[in-house]
């Protein structure tokens, strides 16, 4: 497994929502694999938490020059992942994929993740005690299978593959919107930021003056957490079943496997 | 038995440190998935049906649901937005309507009994062979949408033997857009007007440099295929947008689009304030004005027609075709342009034609001085935009031309002015010598099906075609789309009386401007029948509901309609069984035709249907397409193929060419519209400058009322919300959107920040809204205040708001109880000539509500 990282383009967005919506709704077919709730059940009930990505809009500059801006928050599954570090269970933990994910099983609700969290990610479900936040849709990647949020995007505004291709296809990006706006465009997340979180895995093409307009953290910190001391618990990670393969696995298996067989036939393509 | 999750798999892997890889215990596990969790699992091919542009996607059907929407990736303009990954919010929406209902109450009251469906079947059947009997069908009105039954229903009715189906798109597209195109590029002949469909051309986002966008974002807005993938795929190329709109749109870019806030209704001006610019810096294409337009036509000035024209037989693809041959001057010499070698763009020109001088101009001149006097000082006091503004804008289009392109806009019927607006954009464009070429705006392709049923022809003069003939204001008007010109029948009995009315997924009273007389012309007639899945303003004056199913339970006809630059072909399954007790579009006709049609006639044209089911339909449709080439036909797959989720699609082509103008050029100066004035003035019609060939500054109802709004009034303008599609419940109770609708405030209104505090309002206070000219109709809404709304604008997002009639939000949980809709409380005003409605053009008065 390799690593995997996101790339979210600010220019080439055309803020349809897709993949927002997408992210809700692939949330509750995990209910439904999990045996927890069916989706025709899941899509009555609204399940905010389920938005593991979200618009926060504001506006910059008076009338008439004035803007709107759609700052898109989500999780940047941190490359030092202060939740990771100060979750007292061990529930939270990096993937080999490098998905910064929260067990629920394991989670107590203490929140603390979301004290550590500076771009104020966590979301806690009052209903069951649990905290959420994205989860890179391992299950998806480890499946060969794009998140759902990339695979949503009509415009390749959100694209994902492994670190260094991502990495070379945004700076493109970046220095062809620099070339042709006359204006400088950065790539957010790509270099470390700093010692609290690293490099991120969900990075952003964006205006370097418009950095603030969309909440791009440059110094993302949360000092008193940092003075707090970090307890890890190995324990509550070993604390688990040994059941292995799952149905959702399963499905994602056979998922692909008949689209390959479909593309044999010249009938489907992929 | 023991199930297994996804918190399971997540154990697993920690596991998995210690215990090794997960795929090889995969099989050791097996035992605790049931066939159940995978076995049944399909792909069913779908056309996105949450707003109408039907973009090709696919559902993953599970245990016998829809878990999952994916976009059918088998065309290069494949995507979709975030409506369509919502769609399973809507079928599973519990406000569905689950049974056939009978009104109970009053006529919009809400109050209903169920009812089986042969009872409501054969109370429709009962009254439509009534009518019969009394020879009096054509007091009928069957009104569709897209959710219906395409290839059978509309036929079905023509067939009983009404010539009336209003279609919807006079309070959308028609019929500005469409002879905003059409009088200057030509189109088919329908009932005397040109017509091109209004998918006829495309911005060439994915190639452009540069593009103005008005009245319309291809972003958020609808058609994701082909518009908003090739608009995002544009933006990521670098193409610069400028955006002249009263409000600025996220959608079309946020750190890199232009905002030009323009004074609502006064895109007119704008345009001529441009075109002005051009004239002035020689800023057009003058190779492409002297090969393939008209802007060397000789006009007698006092006329405004062609000086002289005659009819002169022309070789066109091997085809003799005939044309108009006009006068031209050519190296000094007044000629036919047929023998003119070298014809003259500019000059004023005395003619001798049978003995008489003429005062004549070539065209080209007389546009030119038809804007002489727009300068950008007049621009700016016209439209509120800097005169700097115009000047910048126009020489950004001279820089990129003819990588460039003024977006040609939907939804266009907004002020009286919209058809103006729509000629000077194509107008524009092929002064700039953009149209037919990369970059610029091109012609879509299509490709057409076979016909299912051919209908007999109607006995009966239709409505549109009365008032075609009969009405000078209506003279643009579209003989397919007229339901408020269909109302105006219904309370003027004008030509003749009507009675029965049946809605299928058109929601009238919500969808159309001046609801208040809708529903007044409504309740006058003797049935009205809506077949829908959800509840809308237009069900609650219903007297019998039938509950279709939605696009993902149901088989449909092949569709080949799209915005797109390429033929494509598409079909839509049936992911899964109709829910509740609802029934299928060809179910609910099929029934209804064979308890109305003798025998015979049933037999005649639903035998088929009825024995083989729709793949007799498919059969049909797929065993003649029209409109390609013989590279393209090699490539048609076989029917299963479609059937199966294959989107197959053609070739994409450039090209500048007329598509059946009275010349057979591009024309700038139109010749239809030439006629059609002097006929006009003719007739004594007083907006007869509404259809001139000219540039005109034709003003909107609400410039004409006030020049200048009190500081409390605004202009009602709307947008779609990238999460919202018309007036539909589809997108509007989807609990799925409910979340990003609230993010976004969809259902509040917003205006200029600094003009709502001189009100006294903040953000978040309830504001009640009048229409100046209907003050009993106040609707209440949370307003925002904004820095991204003109001073004169109050911004809502289309149909989001339960506006005015809104009894039917208590049947639907995550609908806002508050909110404008403009429709409801908008005047009954038809747009001149084209007779559109007049959806934003009108003037609002707000205040704090206490």
């Known amino acids: 497994m390799r690593e995997q990282i996101k790339c979210y383009d600010t220019q080439a967005c055309i803020r349809c929502f897709a993949c927002m919506v997408n992210c809700s709704a692939e949330n509750r077919l995990r209910l439904q694999r999990e045996g927890e709730m069916g989706i025709e059940k899941s899509v009555q009930i609204p399940m905010p938490h389920l938005n593991y990505l979200s618009p926060r809009r504001s506006e910059i500059g008076m009338y008439p020059n004035a803007r709107q801006v759609t700052a898109f928050h989500h999780c940047n599954h941190c490359e030092n992942s202060p939740c990771q570090h100060i979750c007292p269970t061990g529930a939270i933990t990096t993937r080999a994929g490098g998905e910064v994910v929260i067990n629920q099983d394991i989670c107590i609700g203490c929140q603390s993740c979301g004290d550590a969290c500076p771009f104020d990610v966590p979301k806690y479900s009052a209903d069951n005690g649990k905290a959420y936040k994205c989860s890179g849709c391992y299950d998806r990647v480890e499946n060969d299978l794009k998140q759902s949020c990339v695979e949503a995007c009509p415009t390749t505004a959100m694209f994902s593959g492994y670190k260094e291709n991502v990495i070379e296809e945004a700076s493109k990006r970046a220095a062809i919107y620099t070339q042709k706006t006359g204006k400088k465009y950065v790539v957010y997340g790509a270099e470390s930021l700093n010692n609290y979180v690293g490099t991120l895995k969900w990075i952003t093409i964006v205006e370097e003056s418009d950095l603030a307009a969309y909440q791009l953290d440059t110094k993302p910190e949360r000092t008193a957490i940092q003075w707090r001391d970090y307890a890890k618990i190995g324990g509550g990670a070993l604390a688990v079943a040994t059941v292995v393969g799952t149905t959702a696995h399963f499905i994602y298996w056979l998922d692909k496997r008949k689209k390959k067989i479909a593309a044999g036939e010249g009938d489907f393509h992929e | 038995?023991?199930?297994?999750?996804?918190?399971?798999?997540?154990?697993?892997?920690?596991?998995?440190?210690?215990?090794?890889?997960?795929?090889?215990?995969?099989?050791?596990?097996?035992?605790?998935?049931?066939?159940?969790?995978?076995?049944?699992?399909?792909?069913?091919?779908?056309?996105?049906?949450?707003?109408?542009?039907?973009?090709?996607?696919?559902?993953?059907?599970?245990?016998?649901?829809?878990?999952?929407?994916?976009?059918?990736?088998?065309?290069?303009?494949?995507?979709?937005?975030?409506?369509?990954?919502?769609?399973?919010?809507?079928?599973?929406?519990?406000?569905?309507?689950?049974?056939?209902?009978?009104?109970?109450?009053?006529?919009?009251?809400?109050?209903?009994?169920?009812?089986?469906?042969?009872?409501?079947?054969?109370?429709?059947?009962?009254?439509?062979?009534?009518?019969?009997?009394?020879?009096?069908?054509?007091?009928?009105?069957?009104?569709?949408?897209?959710?219906?039954?395409?290839?059978?229903?509309?036929?079905?009715?023509?067939?009983?033997?009404?010539?009336?189906?209003?279609?919807?798109?006079?309070?959308?597209?028609?019929?500005?857009?469409?002879?905003?195109?059409?009088?200057?590029?030509?189109?088919?002949?329908?009932?005397?007007?040109?017509?091109?469909?209004?998918?006829?051309?495309?911005?060439?986002?994915?190639?452009?440099?540069?593009?103005?966008?008005?009245?319309?974002?291809?972003?958020?807005?609808?058609?994701?295929?082909?518009?908003?993938?090739?608009?995002?795929?544009?933006?990521?190329?670098?193409?610069?947008?400028?955006?002249?709109?009263?409000?600025?749109?996220?959608?079309?870019?946020?750190?890199?689009?232009?905002?030009?806030?323009?004074?609502?209704?006064?895109?007119?001006?704008?345009?001529?304030?441009?075109?002005?610019?051009?004239?002035?810096?020689?800023?057009?294409?003058l190779d492409y004005l002297k090969k393939y337009t008209n802007a060397d036509m000789l006009i007698n000035v006092a006329t405004g027609l062609p000086a002289q024209i005659r009819q002169i037989e022309k070789e066109e693809k091997g085809k003799s075709v005939k044309v108009l041959d006009y006068l031209v001057v050519s190296d000094g010499v007044v000629t036919f342009k047929s023998e003119a070698k070298n014809a003259t763009l500019f000059g004023s020109f005395d003619v001798e034609i049978e003995g008489v001088k003429i005062a004549c101009k070539t065209s080209l001149e007389m546009i030119q001085q038809s804007v002489e006097h727009c300068t950008p000082e007049w621009t700016q006091e016209q439209t509120s935009i800097p005169a700097t503004s115009i000047v910048q804008l126009a020489k950004k289009l001279n820089d990129t031309k003819p990588a460039c392109f003024i977006d040609r806009g939907y939804r266009a019927e907004r002020y009286a002015s919209s058809l103006r607006e729509k000629l000077l954009i194509t107008q524009i464009n092929v002064l700039l010598g953009t149209l037919g070429v990369k970059g610029g705006v091109f012609y879509n392709r299509s490709v057409k099906t076979a016909k299912y049923i051919h209908v007999p022809h109607a006995t009966d003069m239709s409505i549109p075609q009365w008032y075609l003939k009969n009405d000078p204001s209506s003279a643009f008007m579209s003989d397919h789309y007229y339901r408020r010109t269909w109302i105006k029948t219904v309370l003027s009995e004008k030509p003749y009386k009507q009675r029965v009315a049946i809605f299928s997924g058109q929601n009238i009273v919500g969808g159309s401007a001046g609801s208040g007389e809708i529903i007044k012309a409504l309740k006058t007639l003797e049935m009205i029948v809506a077949i829908s899945p959800f509840l809308n303003e237009t069900i609650m004056y219903a007297d019998i509901v039938m509950?279709?199913?939605?696009?993902?339970?149901?088989?449909?006809?092949?569709?080949?309609?799209?915005?797109?630059?390429?033929?494509?072909?598409?079909?839509?399954?049936?992911?899964?069984?109709?829910?509740?007790?609802?029934?299928?579009?060809?179910?609910?006709?099929?029934?209804?035709?064979?308890?109305?049609?003798?025998?015979?006639?049933?037999?005649?044209?639903?035998?088929?249907?009825?024995?083989?089911?729709?793949?007799?339909?498919?059969?049909?449709?797929?065993?003649?397409?029209?409109?390609?080439?013989?590279?393209?036909?090699?490539?048609?797959?076989?029917?299963?193929?479609?059937?199966?989720?294959?989107?197959?699609?053609?070739?994409?082509?450039?090209?500048?060419?007329?598509?059946?103008?009275?010349?057979?050029?591009?024309?700038?100066?139109?010749?239809?519209?030439?006629?059609?004035?002097?006929?006009?003035?003719?007739?004594?019609?007083d907006r007869a400058e509404y259809a001139s060939p000219l540039p005109m500054n034709n003003k909107p109802y609400w410039l004409e009322k006030k020049t200048k709004l009190a500081n409390h009034e605004f202009i009602p303008i709307t947008g779609f919300h990238p999460l919202g599609s018309f007036t539909g419940q589809q997108t509007k109770n989807n609990t799925l959107l409910q979340t990003l609708h609230h993010d976004t405030n969809a259902d509040a209104v917003f205006i200029n920040h600094q003009k709502g505090i001189t009100l006294g309002l903040k953000t978040d206070d309830i504001v009640e809204i009048i229409n100046i000219d209907k003050p009993e109709l106040v609707v209440k809404a949370r307003v925002i205040l904004s820095e991204v709304v003109h001073p004169d604008a109050l911004f809502s997002y289309y149909g989001m708001g339960a506006g005015y009639f809104r009894n039917m939000t208590k049947g639907l949980r995550n609908v806002s109880k508050i909110g404008l809709n403009p429709n409801h409380i908008a005047n009954f005003a038809f747009n001149p000539l084209t007779t559109g409605h007049s959806s934003q053009d009108f003037i609002i008065s707000i205040r704090k509500s206490v």
């Open chain 2, 1 to 285: 038995m023991r199930k297994t999750s996804r918190r399971d798999f997540l154990k697993g892997t920690v596991a998995s440190v210690i215990g090794g890889s997960i795929i090889t215990n995969v099989k050791a596990e097996a035992k605790t998935v049931t066939e159940a969790d995978f076995g049944i699992e399909k792909k069913v091919p779908l056309l996105c049906h949450m707003c109408a542009q039907l973009c090709p996607m696919i559902a993953t059907v599970s245990q016998n649901k829809v878990v999952r929407i994916e976009a059918n990736m088998d065309t290069p303009y494949g995507g979709i937005c975030g409506r369509g990954r919502a769609a399973m919010g809507a079928l599973y929406d519990p406000d569905r309507i689950k049974t056939p209902l009978i009104r109970i109450g009053e006529r919009g009251e809400g109050k209903f009994r169920k009812a089986s469906w042969d009872e409501v079947l054969d109370l429709v059947a009962g009254k439509l062979k009534t009518i019969e009997t009394e020879n009096d069908q054509k007091s009928v009105a069957f009104l569709p949408r897209f959710n219906s039954a395409p290839g059978l229903d509309s036929e079905f009715f023509k067939i009983y033997g009404t010539p009336n189906i209003p279609g919807y798109g006079d309070t959308c597209f028609a019929n500005s857009l469409t002879v905003g195109l059409s009088a200057i590029i030509g189109g088919k002949d329908a009932s005397g007007v040109p017509d091109q469909s209004t998918g006829a051309i495309s911005s060439d986002y994915e190639n452009a440099k540069f593009g103005i966008l008005l009245q319309r974002n291809p972003g958020g807005g609808l058609v994701c295929h082909a518009w908003g993938r090739m608009f995002g795929l544009g933006k990521k190329n670098g193409m610069q947008i400028a955006v002249v709109d009263p409000r600025k749109p996220s959608e079309a870019g946020e750190s890199d689009a232009q905002w030009v806030p323009i004074r609502p209704g006064t895109d007119a001006p704008f345009l001529m304030g441009i075109m002005h610019e051009i004239f002035k810096n020689r800023f057009f294409d």
């Open chain 2, 547 to 685: 509950p279709d199913c939605t696009f993902l339970e149901r088989d449909e006809a092949i569709n080949t309609s799209y915005k797109s630059p390429i033929p494509t072909i598409g079909v839509n399954r049936k992911a899964v069984e109709p829910m509740y007790d609802s029934k299928d579009g060809y179910c609910i006709i099929m029934q209804l035709a064979k308890r109305t049609l003798k025998a015979e006639v049933f037999e005649q044209y639903f035998g088929e249907f009825e024995r083989e089911g729709i793949m007799s339909l498919w059969k049909k449709q797929y065993s003649k397409l029209s409109g390609l080439n013989d590279a393209e036909m090699a490539t048609i797959p076989p029917l299963e193929s479609i059937l199966n989720g294959r989107i197959w699609v053609g070739e994409k082509h450039y090209g500048i060419k007329a598509k059946g103008t009275p010349t057979g050029k591009i024309e700038l100066y139109s010749t239809y519209l030439a006629k059609k004035r002097a006929e006009l003035q003719e007739r004594g019609y």
